[in-house]
């Protein structure tokens, strides 16, 4: 503690006031109304304030590597806040020790109804607000019911490194850069991504600034991952809103063929490819595949998307595929399936895919993993 420097006593609003510190360069613009905002820089209060209980040290003495370190995904914020606040955790017997804390966590770890009724900005401004978002505009994952701290951990990294790299003199995200050495010297581009060396054994990143940078340059199709030392951080007077055209930049790559529409997949490739990512493919009886095989075109649309936060977590999405007997739609020419797609978490890399040949099959299916008295 530095002489003259004054102690606090509250370090749930330390942690809330060094957070807004670091998220509104990130997230600029409406704070307290926005669900963006509220949910980037609670998950970054939680993890500090979790580390200054667990350490017993000020919140304005917690390092920036090691918060990072906990950002790396949701399973680690979660981990480091039920075991340094074990109050908090789903299943707990014990009751929080500050209930303005587990409001927020309860909060983050809430699921929401992307398909709720909402109503305009009471102001007219940017973005909705009322019952879906809890009176918060949202431009981050609107369509998703899964928990803030699953969708925003990511945003919380993003705007920690930030403050770690501008302590630590790195290059920053879409500063120009040169390429001093290698075979693209001399060749300019933008910053896109810091790469980082962590320390897992002590749980934080390790001193400097970011090793590696992802660097996408002018005259290359794609970006490329530089080792610190061959950059500078020259510029010749090119700013990020004058990128030129290409990978990362201010449009997509120009496609082989020029302006060729893609191929539209036929609908007996489209049922092969949902019939082939199923668990119950015989669910669809012969008769429909090849009424379907036959079909004009094939669309989809998502019914229903909801989910159910910890410690019974699950997410489901329900989505119809209808295909088009005839060139032109009828209601009585549409051949349709359905299939309902389980997760047990935003990012799961395996979600279960079950179909179903009619509408009332639906239900049984999503109950099978989330039953209504859970």
């Known amino acids: 503690m530095r002489s003259g420097e004054s102690v606090s006593t509250d370090g749930w609003q330390d942690a809330v006031a060094r957070a807004t510190e670091v998220v509104v360069p990130h997230l600029p613009g409406e704070h307290e109304g926005n669900w963006d905002f509220v949910a980037t820089r609670d998950i970054v209060a939680m993890v500090l304030y ?125 500063q120009r850069v040169r390429v001093a050495e290698g075979v693209f010297r001399d060749q300019y581009g933008y910053v896109r991504r810091l790469d980082w060396v962590f320390d897992d054994d002590a749980r934080r990143a390790v001193d400097g600034p970011p090793a590696w940078y992802l660097v996408d340059l002018d005259e290359a199709d794609a970006p490329l991952r530089f080792d610190a030392r061959c950059l500078a951080g020259d510029t010749d007077g090119r700013q990020w809103p004058e990128r030129v055209p290409g990978s990362l930049k201010s449009s997509p790559p120009a496609s082989p063929g020029g302006d060729e529409a893609p191929r539209v997949s036929s609908c007996a490739e489209h049922l092969a490819e949902v019939l082939g990512r199923a668990t119950n493919p015989e669910a669809i009886p012969d008769r429909l595949r090849q009424a379907v095989a036959g079909a004009h075109s094939h669309h989809h649309q998502e019914e229903d998307h909801q989910a159910r936060p910890r410690p019974h977590r699950v997410t489901w999405q329900v989505i119809s595929h209808w295909y088009q007997v005839t060139e032109n739609y009828s209601p009585d020419a549409a051949l349709r399936l359905w299939e309902v797609v389980i997760k047990t978490h935003l990012h799961d890399d395996g979600p279960v895919h079950h179909l179903a040949a009619d509408e009332a099959a639906v239900q049984p299916l999503v109950a099978r993993y989330a039953p209504a008295s859970s």
Do not use: M
């Open 50 to 174: 979790a580390l200054h209980i667990r350490d017993e040290r000020p919140v304005a003495h917690v390092p920036w590597d090691g918060v990072l370190w906990y950002l790396d995904g949701d399973e680690r914020v979660i981990s480091l806040v039920e075991g340094a606040l074990p109050g908090l955790a789903p299943a707990s017997a014990d009751g929080p020790a500050d209930e303005r804390v587990a409001e927020r966590w309860r909060w983050l770890n809430r699921t929401w109804d992307p398909h709720a009724p909402v109503r305009p900005h009471p102001l007219g401004a940017g973005g909705v607000s009322g019952a879906r978002w809890e009176g918060l505009s949202r431009g981050i994952g609107r369509t998703l019911p899964d928990p803030a701290v699953e969708v925003c951990t990511s945003w919380a990294a993003a705007a920690v490194e930030t403050a770690l790299n501008a302590e630590r003199g790195g290059y920053h995200l879409f």
